[in-house]
């Protein structure tokens, strides 16, 4: 497994800001992922960010919205861009840890856009 | 549309129970199957992983995978009130190997 910590937690923020999120890992892995999750709903993929690369985006996710760095094999952030009520949501990241596709997730950042 | 399906519950069993938590899914070259265990405010908590088909017990769970009829279940033995919890099933896309998840199973133990 993984030790994954996120920052912020939660945040509130006004409409039109924008947010970092950032997610480390305390061992280094090559796919890291960011997923949505809104109140009820299940984990919707964001994007796969891999170290020294571009990151992949899901169809309905772009990068001008939620760009994303990978600076290192530890280290990840998602930016939530100009940001409306509708992006009120918890963003989760997780890693994928050896083989066979297992994914541990970070705690979580609950965002509530005002 | 490559997709994972469960039933969203409530699923509720007394304490003590069984309970039985079943996920299908529709990709049929899938290779990998995940049980996750999401308490209310939480993130989701790997519990169960399991990859050939049969059964795989861990304490009191036990993942069942049947490949042929692409169906994916969990169960809990004796169930607690601790167990209370939205239970998500993922697989495994054999395209791209990112996890699908269904909707999650709510599951209500009660003393």
């Known amino acids: 497994s993984a030790v994954i910590s996120q920052k912020p937690s939660r945040d509130i923020c006004q409409r039109g800001t924008s947010l970092t999120i950032q997610c480390q890992v305390d061992?280094?892995?090559?796919?890291m992922f960011w997923y949505r999750q809104q109140p009820g709903q299940s984990l919707t993929l964001i994007a796969t960010?891999?170290?020294?690369?571009?990151?992949?985006?899901e169809s309905g996710f772009v990068i001008d919205k939620f760009p994303i760095s990978r600076p290192n094999l530890t280290f990840s952030t998602l930016t939530v861009s100009n940001m409306s009520p509708e992006d009120s949501s918890i963003y989760l990241c997780?890693?994928?840890?050896?083989?066979?596709?297992?994914?541990?997730f970070g705690p979580g950042t609950r965002l509530t856009v005002t | 549309q490559k997709e994972v399906e469960q039933n969203s519950g409530p699923l509720s069993v007394p304490e003590g129970a069984i309970a039985s938590l079943n996920c299908t899914y529709s990709d049929r070259g899938s290779q990998s199957f995940f049980w996750y265990r999401q308490y209310s405010g939480k993130s989701p908590e790997l519990i169960m992983s399991?990859?050939?088909?049969g059964d795989k017990e861990d304490g009191r769970f036990t993942a069942q995978l049947n490949k042929a009829s692409q169906y994916v279940s969990l169960l809990i033995r004796d169930s607690q009130p601790s167990d209370s919890a939205t239970y998500l099933c993922?697989?495994?896309?054999?395209?791209?190997?990112?996890?699908?998840f269904g909707q999650g199973t709510t599951l209500q133990v009660k003393p």
């Open positions: 997780s890693v994928e840890v050896d083989r066979y596709y297992e994914q541990y």
């Open positions: 399991i990859y050939s088909n």
């Open positions: 993922a697989v495994s896309s054999s395209n791209t190997g990112k996890l699908i």
């Open positions: 960010a891999n170290q020294g690369s571009e990151a992949t985006y």
């Open positions: 061992s280094q892995v090559t796919m």
